[in-house]
């Protein structure tokens, strides 16, 4: 499949890497979308291609997994995983400097930027919508931390706001305040895991190592539950 590497895929949902650059869904300009890759791939595979919908979405430049369903009678199933977070996903992110803690669980509320309608912020308690971020430093080199990061929530651009708020912005990410990158936006969903609708099997998804992001594969601490 051009421009995107499929991870998996059955009769019911497919799951393909995305890169940077390329919306999930339509925006109303035209432009090729992943769910156009994706419908173009299921075209010359399938004699009655399935329409492909995404129950997730990455913003334009993070890369990672991305999920689509392929059955409609099987998708309210894969809904519900992602309003209940049943599914866990973890990200890989980069930022500048030595990120102090081991670990650390951000559950800063997210709201609109009153000031600025691209951006999201951290806000006070009571304010905003609840988010809950757990971030696990995993490497440090060159000036640069590596983190883990699984969403317990998912609100627009959470990891990236609850990283800055710890003064810590996601390296490539001018919206924030994080350093300039000449590989962009250095954020990917690297892996993520979901219980199969029709199957009950537990799914593990993930890419490829990213060397944009990190030159070496580092081992990853054990998933918390």
């Given at each position: ?107 800063a ?15 006070r308690?009571?304010q ?43 390296v ?14 250095l ?16 799914l ?22």
């Amino acid at each position: 499949m051009d421009e995107a590497r499929v991870i998996y895929e059955d009769d019911t949902l497919l799951a393909c890497d995305k890169p940077a650059g390329i919306l999930v869904h339509g925006d109303g300009t035209g432009a090729r979308t992943l769910t156009d890759v994706v419908a173009g791939h299921l075209a010359r595979t399938h004699p009655e291609p399935p329409r492909p919908q995404p129950v997730q979405r990455l913003d334009v430049e993070t890369t990672g997994i991305v999920i689509f369903s392929l059955d409609r009678a099987t998708q309210p199933a894969l809904d519900a995983q992602v309003a209940g977070h049943g599914m866990c996903k973890t990200y890989l992110a980069v930022v500048s400097g030595r990120f102090p803690w081991e670990e650390r669980v951000v559950r800063a509320p997210i709201g609109r930027d009153r000031h600025d309608a691209k951006r999201m912020r951290a806000c006070r308690p009571g304010q905003g919508k609840p988010a809950e971020t757990r971030v696990r430093k995993i490497a440090q080199a060159g000036g640069r931390s590596l983190l883990l990061v699984e969403l317990r929530t998912g609100r627009r651009h959470q990891i990236r706001v609850h990283l800055a708020s710890l003064g810590f912005p996601i390296v490539g990410d001018a919206l924030y305040g994080g350093a300039r990158s000449t590989s962009g936006l250095l954020l990917h969903a690297w892996r993520e895991e979901l219980d199969h609708p029709v199957t009950g099997e537990r799914l593990r998804l993930e890419t490829a190592w990213p060397a944009r992001l990190w030159s070496e594969p580092v081992e990853p601490p054990r998933h918390k539950k």
